[in-house]
T-cell receptor
């Protein structure tokens, strides 16, 4: 089954900029949009970035997304303690004809 | 405002059927603008898409689960449900229902609103 690959963990200090990567293949990221979700402890995933680099209303512009080829990245600038959460990437996979998710990256604010 | 609420047994015996319902409030499940889906997250593992349904009943499933899963909609109750047959310990997970805006193809829009999730444990 196709999957997306994320680093299991990331960290930064308040005010820093951190990036989280998401690696896929031609059948998912390479040919479809990427979505990013923030999951605070004990809560449901919340849409953070849609269609590679678009922010839903209410999401601070500290969060930004990008895509290049078969990889995507989520950047968080001006890191805050409340950003400590799990971050998941997702994309439609043409080979699977279904949605695939990354393994999630646990962000720690030191 | 939009709310999605999962409901169903928190414990299911191995080999039996897991059944969950998602009640949608603040929006009509019969809207032609949206699709409705189920996603699960086993403890310590990645999110896994189970399947998606349109109000007309048209549905599509994760191939790895397709033989055991059925998703159906009850527009009169503004609900949609999932059944997973022949469950094993591997089906233990938090199950989420979610909404996805329609588009020219399934990947055009991701799941933009999720329920709070419900934990289902399979015991033997």
């Amino acid at each position: 089954q196709s999957v997306l690959t994320q680093p299991p963990s990331a960290s930064g200090t308040p005010g820093q900029r951190v990036t989280i990567s998401c690696s896929g293949s031609n059948s998912n990221i390479g040919s479809n949009y990427v979505y990013w979700y923030q999951q605070l402890p004990g809560t449901a995933p919340k849409l953070l970035i849609y269609r590679n680099d678009q922010r839903p209303s209410g999401v601070p512009d500290r969060f930004s997304g990008s895509k290049s080829g078969t990889s995507a990245s989520l950047a968080i600038s001006g890191l805050r303690s409340e950003d400590e959460a799990d971050y998941h990437c997702a994309a439609w996979d043409d080979s699977l004809s279904g949605w695939v998710f990354g393994g999630g990256t646990k962000l720690t604010v030191l | 405002q939009l709310q999605l609420q999962e409901s169903g047994p928190g414990l299911v015996k191995a080999s039996e059927t897991l059944s969950l319902t998602c009640t949608v409030s603040g929006a009509s499940i019969s809207s032609s603008n949206y699709y409705w889906g189920w996603i699960r997250q086993p403890p310590g593992k990645r999110l896994e898409w189970i399947g998606t349904i349109f109000y007309s009943g048209r549905s599509y499933y994760n191939p790895s689960l397709k033989s055991r899963v059925t998703i159906f909609v009850d527009t009169s109750k503004n609900q949609f449900s999932v059944k997973v047959n022949s469950v094993t310990a591997a089906d233990t997970a938090v199950y989420y229902c979610a909404r996805r805006r329609g588009g020219s193809y399934p990947g055009a829009n991701g799941f933009d609103f999720w329920g709070q999730g419900t934990m289902v444990s399979v015991f033997s």
